[in-house]
């Protein structure tokens, strides 16, 4: 499991003081604030947020400690925001961060390999699985919910997954 968990992401500047939009990834949008100081990816920058406002499309309008010029917050555009595990809230069974499924190996409930998780989508109706199978360009698109994934096991590293007819090549 990660060391840290990405929390939120710049998605640009608001107004012309430094101030950001903000797109968090927490469960309670505006906890985003609430887990202390944090970094960057690659931790060469760490922030205290602050948050002013709320956009009309759900975003949140923060400032960043040091930021203060617009051109400084447009700089940070797509900058992603991490915070350490520990910091984070416990979660309940069956509830996972994304960053605990990427990279798990998904198998059928047979046994038979199906690929590995390479990214976790929300567009908003549920979770989605994106699954890199062996030998084919193509990723898979699958559904995360309990009908369709009865199983996940991080600390083995693989789910078991029960999908749809045809949603895996053969």
Same mark, same amino acid.
């Given at each position: 499991? /990660? ?11 608001? =107004?012309?003081? =430094? ?32 948050? /002013? ?6 975003? #949140? ?6 930021? %203060? ?6 700089? #940070?555009? =797509? ?13 309940? %069974? ?5 960053? %605990?499924?990427?990279? #798990?190996?998904?198998?059928? /409930?047979? =046994? ?59």
């Amino acid at each position: 499991m /990660t060391e840290r968990i990405c929390i939120g992401a710049v998605a640009g500047a608001f =107004g012309v003081k =430094g101030e950001l939009r903000l797109k968090s990834f927490t469960a309670t949008p505006e906890d985003i604030a609430a887990y202390g100081p944090v970094e960057t990816e690659t931790g060469a920058q760490c922030f205290t947020i602050r948050l /002013t406002g709320q956009t009309t499309k759900g975003s #949140l309008i923060a400032r960043l400690s040091g930021i %203060d010029t617009k051109e400084a917050a447009d700089a #940070l555009r =797509g900058t992603r925001l991490f915070a350490p595990r520990d910091r984070l809230p416990e979660l309940p %069974d069956d509830v996972y961060y994304h960053a %605990d499924l990427i990279g #798990l190996e998904v198998f059928d /409930t047979g =046994g038979a390999y199906l690929g590995k998780v390479t990214a976790v989508h929300d567009h908003g109706a549920g979770d989605i699985l994106e699954i890199r199978c062996p030998g084919v360009s193509a990723t898979v698109l699958m559904p995360f919910t309990q009908a369709v994934v009865p199983t996940v096991d991080p600390a083995r590293g693989r789910m078991v997954a029960d999908p749809p007819d045809g949603l895996f090549p053969e």
